[in-house]
């Protein structure tokens, strides 16, 4: 205690020692943001109805093949 130079008995806290799992959380965020902006690049379109025919026509062409 700082006022009367007391002992006294500290609070436990949980601290993690590992940062694997929170990063796994957060590279996920990463990889799809990253998977969004590709397919965007790949479609574009300013509106869904856009993006839903260019991908419909790049389906129809694959399934051509």
Do not use: N, W
């Amino acid at each position: 205690d700082m006022a009367t130079h007391e002992p006294y008995r500290a609070s436990v806290e949980r601290s993690d020692t590992c940062a694997v799992p929170a990063a796994g959380v957060i590279m996920e965020a990463v990889i799809l943001f990253t998977l969004a902006d590709a397919v965007l690049e790949k479609f574009g379109g300013d509106t869904v109805a856009e993006f839903q025919e260019r991908h419909a026509a790049y389906m129809a062409r694959v399934r051509g093949f």
